[in-house]
């Protein structure tokens, strides 16, 4: 009888676990003969069948868990064996959750358990036969409505349909608050999953056997349609992803369940526990995102959106807008993909105006949010470049696109300019401003464009949650308390080649949800070795308790950032450095000797290394405090808000310290504050897990990828919990199969059973004869066996169950089982031929007269309907012409009615436009007759003057003209009389006195021209004069002045030369002074550290019996504070030797003036 080789899985670089078949083995050296595939989607467990080749590999036990290779789940013929539910697993490990996953992927299976885990694997496509109206009912009437005792989980497969059925049925009939909690990585699945959960919830509260159809409550539609808008604004393209949530998302729903104790008491036939509400709470939206993205990512989807809208809305938010396109803007670029889960952006953009008018933002409020999202856009078009030359000024170089962004903003240009270039530094003393160089003003553009983002996304959750909130909107608010069921989505720990700032914020978090996973898996753990009556001491496992310490404890990484944003001059380099220092004892901190400025965490899921650069800058995140001044005056209320933190309820007790009000809140201390906030929560409701898994970077269905999907699955904490739920017992089995799978293992005689036919008694004799070699001796000196026997199951220990199956075919007992099962079931098939040929007559017979009697009943059916329906076909052609007829009349008549109404409509038509087009003229006519009028009247007037003034004229020519005649006739009388000698004479001397007084024009005009230019020369003359006799002045009184300036420094001179004595006498007694002084800092310094040491003990006894975590937070917070400040003043004291005394004295000197004169 030839030796089995079992089937196992070894460790492979390339594809995680690979099977193979043990040939050898030499103490910690296993030679296994490994399968080759075509491809890696080829690999499966088959012994080979499928393979293309072989290998041999020579394997180091000493690798391996327990130093043993985990075993395949196969059946006799080799094949793998499936399970939906795989706490089922003969051998539960990760190679076998890999490689049952993969079956189940490849069978268009998407969802797996593991207990109260549900597993969904991304199918990348849509099985639309999971998701029916039919399938929710489904579900809701198995788990939630359906009274049977049985777990209704052996009945159905894994859903999605029955975490959230459960979760109703524990809010409804038990009373307690639930949660949901959905991790993966981006494009695992997660807002999917959420969507598809919580569409089934809707579905759930409406009661059994009933489906949400059409007839949503309008709160129930509100509340499912109005989630997905957070995606529009919340959500990305990325590589890894086309539509993922680029933040964390805490969805609780909520329910009226005021009347739910009803159900419990009466029939489950209707729904007592009915949506109400919901709330929404967000964290960590990834701002870098909106400045800057990968060419072959896109940043948050609002802005493609908008830029696809139609021109006309466009240019409605802003003018300038209508005729922009992605590519016009830095910010956004070319979107490398065409469409977001089969529908263009345009598309988009309407359903996402339909959700936002439903929550009542349209009118004003639409326009100022988008116009707020084009001013994030126009912030990436500014450019600024060097001032004059000068490197450490700027300016900006695209004043158009500056006017445009001070427009949209509603802010003044000049003051806009100025904040992008200047920065405004506050002393005690003084307020001044810096120039800011071209990088630095670009930096605040960035900077501001993150925050009008950032306020924007949080006012857009406060309306969706005004909208939804059942406080507000359920029975109109008149309830105040509601069960609630959680919905937490939120980013998967994370691990690049890079990691910074937000990859500690987001893994911290997955930290902090990791220890309640963990927390919940031991507590049914616990649940489930009680129910099989197995001692709780069995159970050991790691949890991260080290990691939270390294990054939330005093001394921590969170502590040190913060201490290190207080500090005037801190740095990341002066982080790092304190964290290797004072966290060197940790054994979850990785040093990086080749790199100063990075360090290592171990995490649950593994190392990560950070590079600390920004570090410092990140955890402020504070904006120029020009730019902040400066929205607050706009009128857009989106830009100008200022985002507070919520309210909470104060606490009962004694008032609290106040908290400083120095520290500004840094983005870690926040998150910080959120993420106990959200941990406080969900430890108030029962969890439920579903962990999103991505099958292969491609995004292709069917494909699974080996290394990727193990590491999620470690990053998920399945392997963990698997780890911890089989800590002490990694494999079990039902109790039947163990009976008799091994009992020819088994010596009665050596090892009787206790209780001979008690099916746990049998067992305990089996095993321990079987597993003899494997039992131990513990410390006591009592003896330990490799097995545990439960109530219905078997627990093996480490190595056991492998140690009986090798031994089991060592025996080659599968071969005679299988020869035997062949001739059995060819006995079995053979002597029940016979009574199946009878059994196969006698139903053929009776069939024939079933079939026989059918058809005669069926003929007479026939008939009789025929001549039914040839009765009522005559009936009703008859009521049919009747009714053609009377429709046919009917129609007549109404177009006979419609004829004449419309004639007459059109005569009335006419009439009416004929009397318009008259009165029209008419009152043209009456308008013109009055113009004309009016100008007959004004032309009237005016000739009337014109005549009268004509006549006036002509009396006053007629009296001129009589005048001058008279004038005539006396001066011709008298020219009469004159000699005409006189006349020539006098001629002649007109003529020549014409001549002499144009001549004495010429002189004259020559003299006044001299005249005025001596006046010029004389004026110039004085000019000087004054100014020689006031520098004569000027000079006798500087002269004066210097002479009593030399009596004064030479008394000044005499009366420091006797001082000088004097002052260094007080100079060595101001230098024993500050020795003095110097100890008692010294002093002091010891006295804190003597305090700080009694506060550490106060903070530890207040953390052990002080239930106030918030109380323990300010004081803690309080106790860095002191201490930094304390480090401030005693390190300055510390570090100064001798000769920096002596330096400081002289410096002393040189300020009060000691150095004597110049």
């Given at each position: ?6 089937s ?15 040939k ?21 467990c ?15 036990l000493?690798?391996?868990?327990a130093?043993v ?7 006799g ?8 539910d ?6 539960l ?24 885990i ?8 849509w ?15 198995t ?26 049925k ?26 598809i959960a ?13 489906s ?16 997905p ?15 993922s949530s ?51 990512e ?83 078009n ?18 158009n ?29 003084e ?26 996304f ?17 029975k ?23 990691n ?11 930290e902090?949800?990791?220890?309640k996973?963990?927390?919940d898996?031991f ?9 099989e009556?197995i ?10 308790t ?13 502590a ?16 790092v ?14 040093v990086?000797?080749?790199?100063r ?31 902040g ?7 857009n ?12 309820d ?8 106040a ?26 409701t ?23 999907t ?9 392997v ?32 009787p ?52 199956e ?19 079931r ?46 009522e ?9 009747k ?7 009917k129609?007549r ?10 004639a ?8 009416e ?10 009152k ?14 004004s ?6 003057k ?6 006036e ?26 000699d005409?000698?006189?006349i ?32 010029d ?22 002269l004066d ?27 060595s ?12 800092y ?11 040491k ?19 937070e ?22 100064m ?5 002596e ?6 000197c ?5 150095a004597?004169?110049?």
């Open positions: 009888m030839s030796k089995k080789e079992p196992v899985f070894v460790k492979d670089p390339e594809y995680g676990w690979v099977p193979g078949i043990i050898g083995q030499s103490g910690s050296k296993v030679d296994v003969e490994v399968f080759q595939y075509r491809d890696e989607q080829a690999i499966t088959d012994k080979g069948r499928a393979s293309t080749g072989t290998e041999m590999r020579t394997v180091n000493k690798d391996y868990p130093e290779l985990p075993l395949q789940n196969i059946d013929n080799g094949t793998l064996l499936e399970f939906a795989m706490t089922r697993l003969p051998y490990h990760e190679a076998a959750i890999l490689y049952n996953l993969k079956k189940r992927h490849m069978g268009g299976h998407p969802y797996t358990r593991t207990g109260d549900v597993i969904a694997v991304n199918p990348f496509q099985f639309t036969h999971l998701y029916t109206e039919e399938v929710r009912a489904q579900y809701s009437n788990f939630v409505w359906n009274d049977d005792q049985k777990d209704p989980r052996d009945k159905m497969d894994p859903h999605v349909y029955e975490v959230s059925a459960l979760c109703y524990g809010l409804a009939f038990d009373g307690g608050d639930q949660s949901i909690l959905v991790s993966g990585e981006s494009g695992a699945g997660k807002t999917e999953t959420v969507k919580m569409n089934h919830m809707a579905s759930v509260q409406a009661g059994p056997s009933k949400t159809g059409n007839g949503l409550d309008p709160v129930v539609k509100r509340v499912v349609e109005s989630n808008l957070l995606e529009a604004f919340g959500n990305a393209s990325t590589r890894r992803n086309d539509n680029r933040f964390g998302k805490y969805l609780q729903l909520q329910f009226d369940n005021s009347e739910a104790s009803l159900m419990a008491f009466g029939g489950k036939t209707e729904s007592k526990c009915k949506l109400a509400g919901s709330t929404c709470d967000v964290y960590l939206l990834e701002k870098n995102r909106i400045t800057y993205h990968d060419p072959e896109r940043t948050y989807h609002i802005f493609y959106q908008l830029l696809a809208a139609p021109q006309s809305e466009k240019s409605k938010y802003w003018d300038k807008l209508g005729s922009k396109n992605a590519d016009s803007f830095k910010y956004v670029g070319k979107s490398p993909i065409p469409k977001i889960e089969g529908k263009t952006d345009a598309e988009h953009y309407q359903e996402t105006i339909k959700v936002l008018k439903m929550i009542h933002i349209d009118d004003d409020k639409l326009i100022a949010m988008f116009r707020a999202i084009a001013a994030v856009l126009q912030l990436g500014l450019g600024f470049k060097e001032k004059g030359g000068d490197a450490d000024k700027s300016e900006t170089m695209t004043p696109e500056m006017k445009e962004l001070s427009e949209l903003m509603a802010v003044p240009e000049d003051q806009l300019n100025l904040s992008f270039t200047e920065r405004t530094m506050k002393t005690k003393t307020t001044y401003k810096v120039p800011l160089n071209a990088t630095l003003a670009r930096d605040a553009c960035d900077a501001l464009a993150k925050e009008i983002y950032g306020k924007l949080l006012w857009l959750v406060t309306q969706v949650n005004a909208a939804t909130r059942a406080e507000d909107n359920y109109g608010g008149s309830m105040s308390s509601f069960g609630i069921i959680g919905m937490l989505d939120i980013f998967g720990f994370e691990s690049f080649v890079v910074r700032f937000d990859q500690l914020c987001i893994n911290y978090a997955n902090k949800l990791q220890q996973f963990t927390e898996i507590r049914s753990v616990q649940q489930e070795y009680e129910a009556g001692e709780l001491a069995e159970i050991t496992y790691d949890d991260n080290d990691v939270l310490d390294l990054i939330e404890g005093r001394g921590g990484l969170l040190l950032l913060n201490e290190e944003c207080v500090r005037p001059k801190g740095s990341d380099f002066d982080f450095q304190k964290a290797l220092q004072q966290n060197k004892t940790s054994p979850c901190l990785i990086n000797k080749l790199d400025m990075s360090f290592g965490v171990h995490h649950y899921a593994g190392k990560v290394m950070y590079d600390a650069d920004q570090f410092v800058a990140s955890n402020q995140d504070l904006l120029p405090i020009d730019l001044d400066l929205c607050a005056t706009s009128n209320f989106v830009i100008a808000a200022k985002i507070e933190e919520p309210k909470k104060k606490p009962k007790g004694p008032p609290k310290r908290k400083s009000n120095l520290v500004a809140p840094t983005v870690w201390g926040k998150y910080k504050t959120q993420l106990l906030s959200l941990m406080t929560n969900l430890r108030k029962q969890s439920r897990y579903i962990r999103c898994i991505k099958p292969n970077m491609k995004k292709v269905p069917v494909l699974m990828e080996h290394i990727p193990v590491e999620q699955l470690r990053c998920a904490g399945v963990a919990a698997v780890t911890l739920s089989r800590s002490a017992f990694p494999n079990r089995i039902e109790n039947s199969v163990v009976r008799f799978r091994f009992s020819s293992q088994w010596d009665p005689n050596a090892t059973s206790k209780d001979p036919g008690n099916a746990k008694a049998d067992i305990e004799a089996i095993l321990t004869h079987a597993l003899k070699e494997k039992e131990t001796v513990d410390k006591n000196g009592k003896v330990v066996k490799a097995f545990v026997v439960g109530k219905t199951k078997t627990y093996f220990r480490a190595g056991a169950l492998e140690f009986l090798a031994n089991r075919l060592e025996n080659g007992l599968d071969e005679p089982a299988i020869t035997i099962q062949k001739y059995a060819r006995y079995i098939v053979l002597h029940s031929w016979a009574d199946r040929i009878r059994a196969a007559k006698d139903a053929e017979s009776k069939k024939k007269a079933e079939e026989e009697k059918k058809k005669a009943l069926a003929k007479k059916k026939k008939a009789e309907e025929a001549k039914k329906a040839a009765q076909e005559a009936l009703r052609i008859k009521a049919e012409k009714k053609k007829e009377e429709e046919a009349r129609k008549e109404a177009e006979e009615a419609e004829r004449k109404r419309k007459e409509q059109e005569e009335q038509r006419a009439l436009k004929e009397e318009k087009a008259f009165q029209k003229e008419l043209k006519m009456k308008e013109e007759i009055k113009e004309l009028e009016k100008d007959l009247a032309k009237e007037r005016s000739n009337n014109k005549v009268k003034k004509a006549e004229e002509i009396e006053t020519i007629e009296s001129e003209r009589q005048e001058l005649e008279e004038k005539h006739n006396e001066i011709m009388r008298e020219a009469a009389k004159i005409k000698a006189e020539a004479s006098a001629r002649k001397k007109i003529e020549e006195s014409d001549k002499i007084i144009a001549y004495l024009r010429k002189e004259n005009k020559k003299v006044r021209d001299q005249t005025e230019k001596m006046k020369d004389l004026q110039e003359l004085k000019e000087q004069n004054n100014r020689l006799i006031e520098a004569n002045a000027s000079a006798g009184a500087s002045s210097l002479e009593k300036q030399k009596k004064n420094i030479a008394t000044h001179n005499s009366k420091l030369d006797e001082n000088l004595k004097k002052w260094k006498s007080q100079n007694q101001l230098k024993a002074d500050l020795e003095n002084r110097t100890a008692y010294k002093a002091e310094t010891r006295i804190r550290g003597e305090y700080e009694a506060m550490e003990k106060i903070i530890e006894i207040m953390e052990e019996k002080c239930d106030d975590a918030k109380l323990i300010d004081v803690s917070n309080a106790q860095m504070q002191c201490e930094a400040i304390a480090a401030q003043k005693g390190g300055i004291i510390e570090r030797d001798d000769e920096e005394m330096s400081f004295s002289l410096l002393l040189d300020i009060t003036g000691l004597g004169p110049s």
